[in-house]
């Protein structure tokens, strides 16, 4: 008897040891303190994730930026941005897609798209057809760049996937700085090297916009200004520069347009902000900014008030055809030595075309500079370059020594440092990091590669932790309380038998987590869900072989024939049960998404594991024991 049942205790013993060996991580992460980090750390690859809805984390729905799209792939564009913005109301207004919007402006203002599309086709129809591949392309790109990108950012079992025809949703459990996440994931990664303007060029763009507000402010033409303006210049020894220091004074955005201005964008807001009083009459524009080290500076108070001015369309006219004003990433303090400490943004004015993009860049990495640089101890993103983008970077800096260069991430300047040698070998450095978290995050933009278009986010939920431990407690006391309820029933009504049901209980719920650690699958609430009803399908498998067993054994058959008959005769039926709920739990897991696959899982392995241990397992133990004691009255 013993030698025909070792090798069933064989493979009992060997899952056993198994299910531990996999569940141990699990155990060991859960248990060990939360500030331990290096050591949860090294564990985290190989435990059982919890879910958004368990540990908490954000959840965000993107969706592509398909007229910026549309936008970026057309030549000669500005003769269609009447077009564009027309399609873009049109498509809100009458609920249809943009680009069929855009098919009904072109054609009813006679627009041939071909010029402006020149590689998609002839007719209108046939151009906004790949149009549409295009923007569907580009939604399945954007989906694998941000899928990189948290891969590399370290987030277990992420949730992204693609939902209609422009949109995302991303799903990042345990996320402990959601900002960070978001901002890893929203950002289009557009890299840019452009010269800066030379300080004579920028001067004269800042008078053009002075001039443009005190046209607005004084009703005097702007032709009369410029013409006095030019005047003055002649006249001149050296261009005006901005005072060192300024005497500021608080007034109304209103001021600025002048009161009697009918344009409603001065009517939106009362807020006050800060002007030199000594040169606010003359230069409204430049009484705005601060000389701040050689740069413009925009006090922080002032930023919305110049976001505004630089936003307007005249404004826009005024400026040189091939420049293009932006910010710096995030703002700097200014002052201390017995000055007050001011926080200002800073402006550059830029080439509008860069002197080379960031599809050059084959790898980046985060590190702290080093040496007796200007950056040693500061987080910094080291870049390299293919061949062509090095001849071309070296080209760059060869020819402008001395000069400035911006490197500019998403329409917004990290660093414009002074070309001081040509840079051979295609390597650069990119600084402005506050902490080398970000430096790893930009790094990480970088590497994963650049949108291939923007994405706004139309809708963000914050799981907070508290919730995640609420649904933790309310899971487990759940699963518990019914464990709990069925081991007594079992041991009351069942005696002896329902005893070894109730270890096949417990070995079940063991399998099925060791084997959901295995996978690196998440267990969600629903998942909870699935784990209960694996308990309850568990006994009624036993239930149905002893209610058998017990038939048997009143017809006045021996213990072990009843057994025999029982599980033989139960076995069909219990089959027969489980094989519909396994095609069920493979149907939800088909066909559903995020909760449902994960409750899908749970029950599809809960019912093979099921199986093993309410009939394998379970039927070794009675073999056994009726063998082995000579059993002649079963406890039923």
């Known amino acids: 008897m013993r030698t025909r049942l070792a090798p069933r205790f064989v493979l009992i013993a060997a899952a056993i040891t198994l299910a531990a060996y996999m569940l141990s991580p699990t155990v060991e992460y859960y248990l060990t303190d939360p500030e331990q980090t290096e050591k949860r750390e090294a564990l985290q690859d190989r435990v059982l994730k919890l879910g958004l809805d368990l540990q908490g984390g954000i959840h965000v729905v993107m969706e592509v930026d398909i007229p910026k799209l549309v936008e970026n792939l057309a030549s000669n564009k500005s003769l269609l941005y009447e077009a564009f913005a027309a399609s873009k109301l049109r498509a809100k207004d009458e609920g249809i897609d943009y680009l069929d919007a855009l098919l009904l402006e072109a054609n009813e203002r006679n627009i041939k798209l071909a010029r402006h599309f020149i590689e998609y086709g002839i007719e209108n129809s046939e151009i906004i057809s790949a149009l549409k591949d295009e923007s569907e392309d580009a939604v399945n790109r954007a989906l694998e760049v941000i899928r990189n990108r948290i891969d590399q950012f370290g987030v277990s079992e992420p949730t992204i996937q693609k939902q209609g025809r422009n949109r995302i949703i991303v799903e990042l459990a345990g996320v402990q700085d959601p900002e960070r996440a978001r901002n890893l ?8 090297f452009s010269l800066l303007k030379d300080p004579d060029v920028v001067q004269s763009a800042l ?9 607005m402010r004084t009703g005097i033409s702007l032709d009369s ?10 006249s001149a020894d050296t261009a005006a ?5 300024s005497q500021d004074k608080a007034i109304s955005v209103e001021e600025i347009f002048g009161r009697t201005t009918t344009d409603s964008r001065t009517k939106s807001s009362d807020s006050s902000v800060l002007v030199d009083e000594q040169i606010f009459e003359d230069r409204p524009f430049s009484a705005l900014l601060r000389n701040v080290q050689g ?14 001015i630089l936003a307007m369309e005249e404004v826009k006219a005024a400026l040189p055809a091939d420049m293009k004003i932006v910010w710096s990433n995030k703002a700097r303090d200014f002052g201390g030595r017995g000055l007050p400490s001011e926080t200002f943004f800073t402006l550059f004015a830029i080439n509008r075309e860069p002197g080379l993009t960031g599809e050059v860049v084959t790898s980046a990495s985060a590190n702290f500079g080093g040496g007796a640089s200007s950056i040693a101890g500061q987080p910094v993103v080291y870049l390299n370059m293919n061949d062509q983008g090095a001849r071309d970077w070296a080209r760059l800096t060869g020819a402008n020594i001395n000069k400035r260069i911006a490197i500019i991430l998403d329409d917004k300047v990290h660093s414009a440092p002074v070309i001081r040698d040509k840079i051979s070998g295609g ?9 080398i978290n970000e430096a790893k995050d930009l790094s990480i933009i970088l590497r994963a590669g650049a949108l291939p278009a923007p994405m706004e986010i139309i809708e963000e939920r914050t799981i907070g932790p508290s919730l995640g431990r609420d649904s933790i407690e309310k899971g487990t006391k759940a699963i518990i309380i019914g464990f709990i309820l069925v081991v007594i029933f079992m041991a009351v009504y069942y005696r002896m038998s329902g005893l070894i049901a109730d270890f096949a209980i417990v070995l079940n719920l063991s399998f099925v987590l060791a084997i959901m650690a295995t996978l690196r699958a998440t267990l969600t609430l629903p998942g909870i869900a699935g784990l209960i009803l694996t308990v309850g399908m568990t006994v009624d498998a036993n239930v149905l072989i002893f209610e058998r067993i017990k038939e048997e054994l009143s017809k006045g058959k021996t213990v072990r024939s009843a057994i ?3 599980y033989s005769r139960a076995l069909k039926t219990i089959i027969d049960a489980n094989v519909t709920t396994i ?12 909760p449902i696959k994960g409750f899908a899982i749970t029950l599809f392995w809960g019912i093979l594991t099921s199986m093993l241990t309410a009939i394998f397992i379970t039927r070794t133990v009675f073999t056994y024991f009726t063998d082995r004691f000579a059993v002649t009255k079963l406890s039923i």
Do not use: C, H, W, Y
Not at 185 to 192: D, G, K
Not at 241 to 245: D, I, L, M, Q, Y
């Open 185 to 192: 994931i929203r950002q289009t990664a557009l890299l840019e």
């Open 241 to 245: 520069a901005p005072p060192a220091e």
């Open 225 to 234: 200004l410029l013409a006095i303006t030019e005047a003055k210049v002649e």
């Open 564 to 566: 025999d008959a029982g």
């Open 207 to 215: 008078t053009r916009i002075d001039n443009v507000l005190k046209s």
């Open 295 to 308: 740069d413009i500076g925009v006090p922080r108070e002032n930023v919305k008030a110049v976001k505004r």
């Open 427 to 435: 390597n650069t450095v990119i600084e402005g990091m506050s902490s």
């Open 583 to 594: 095609i069920a739990a493979l149907v939800l897991f088909q066909f559903g998404t995020g």
